[in-house]
């Protein structure tokens, strides 16, 4: 069992940072891939940022929505047991509740909420005008 909790939203002005982070307690999650979503007020959850497990074949691998390249930063520190998701240049459509996911069976479709066996609770980001 894994429990994730995110911290690190809040209200900021459209160009400010915040820096997400997800506290992994019950089972560390080194090999595990993990994600971040997004959900806006009406809208369907949306992929936004995965960084993978290292493997035997391959490095970890980080992936993004492309609305976010250049602007989001995900990282791990499996010291910590924990994941972040640095947001740069917020725009007013970056506003959602955004929920830290972990993929224990490392799936292949990292972008769909289905591969993912535990989630958080969310945090909320609101970017103003």
């Known amino acids: 069992q894994v429990q994730l909790v995110e911290s690190g939203g809040g209200l900021v002005q459209a160009g400010g940072s915040l820096r997400l982070s997800c506290a992994a307690s019950?089972?560390?999650?080194?090999?595990?891939?993990m994600g971040w979503f997004r959900q806006a007020p009406g809208k369907e959850r949306e992929f936004v940022a995965v960084i993978t497990s290292n493997g035997a074949w391959s490095g970890s691998s980080i992936y993004y929505v492309d609305s976010v390249k250049g602007r989001f930063t995900i990282s791990r520190d499996n010291a910590k047991n924990t994941v972040y998701l640095q947001l740069n240049s917020l725009k007013p459509e970056d506003t959602a509740v955004y929920y830290c996911?972990?993929?224990?069976?490392?799936?292949?479709?990292?972008?769909?909420?289905?591969?993912?066996?535990?989630w958080g609770q969310g945090t909320q980001v609101t970017v103003s005008s």
């Open positions: 996911a972990a993929d224990r069976q490392d799936s292949d479709s990292y972008y769909a909420s289905a591969s993912y066996d535990y």
């Open positions: 019950g089972r560390t999650i080194s090999r595990y891939d």
